[in-house]
């Protein structure tokens, strides 16, 4: 059977990796140094046995070796939310260039397929709307958000380095906005904070004036785009998001809606170098991959909703009570 290590693979996006490829009959080797990554996400596969998964604390800045053949490598390690990448500056830069390294250097001595999670953070604030892959960005390197920006923008550039002077065989997926059960619900990105803060009847918080726009895609066609792209032969860097974008103020009224809740809106200032607008191009990824994302969003909010009341420990109103869904 194929064999697979899944870096940062306790984390959110990692965590749903794994289950997909024990799916696809892979044997996985699920490797994180829980910074922000949770075996609670996991526990479920431990049941299977070492043949099939394996779980390994460990963190990939430093030298990274895996015993036996290894198939795929997916890099999925790094802080990804401005709270924790705020909060572990260094450890995303660390992770973003010598993680990536390190795993590069695996793949190539294992004569492995390496897919790199790239960000459309990439893009910074973007001046070309919407952002196709052959825009360059408009990143701010030394702003607070340039930490994971750079990071994420030097990985790439390291993953084309490998590909092209050592034949390492790469991809890259840069991910737009993704939601789903197993985000973290205090991880401080708009919607685990606007869905917490409803459930609990508290002001949503809107920063700025709530004009930003953002797209939300869900998780399982994340997934399904990630490995499709893994299996195809495109080399470059592809986009994978929903592009039904969506104002942040809107969104937060989506959000009081599908929750049923009663909260209103207040208003902060806004983070410095937080982008204006952000929706995938996805052309590329429907050319090549034969992928659009299939989730409405109203669809992956309720799927999502439950799972933060259970996070929350909020039981799911009766039937006709205010906040019951369809």
Known sequence: MPRTLITGGAGFLGSHLCDRFIEEGHSVICMDNLITGDTENIEHLFELGQDRFRFVEYDVTDYLHVNGDLDYVLHFASPAAPDDYLEYPIQTLKVGALG?????????????????????EVYGDPLVHPQPEDYWGNVNPVGERGVYDEAKRFAEALAMAY????????????????????????????????????????????????????????????????????????????????????????????????????????????????????????????????????????????????????????????????GSQP
């Open 100 to 120: 990536t390294h390190k795993a590069l250097g695996l793949a190539k001595a294992k004569d492995a397929r390496l897919l790199l999670a790239s960000t459309s």
């Open 163 to 322: 590909h092209r002077y050592h034949g390492v065989e790469t991809r890259i997926v840069r991910i737009f906005n993704t939601y789903g059960p197993r985000i973290r619900v205090d991880d401080g990105r708009a919607l685990p904070t606007f869905m917490a803060q409803a459930l609990r009847g508290e002001p949503l918080t809107v920063y700025g004036d709530g004009s930003q726009t953002r797209a939300f895609c869900y998780v399982d066609d994340l997934v399904e785009g990630i490995y499709r792209l893994l299996m195809s032969d495109v080399s470059d860097p592809v986009n994978l998001g929903n592009p039904d974008e969506i104002t942040i103020k809107e969104f937060a009224e989506e959000i009081i809606e599908v929750t049923g809740s009663d909260s209103g809106i207040t208003y902060e200032p806004l983070p410095a170098d937080d982008p204006q607008v952000r929706q995938p191009d996805i052309t590329k990824a429907k050319e090549h991959l034969d992928w659009t994302p299939q989730v409405d969003r109203r669809e992956g909010l309720r799927r999502t909703l439950d799972y933060f009341r259970k996070q929350l420990g909020i039981p799911a109103p009766a039937d006709g009570e205010v």
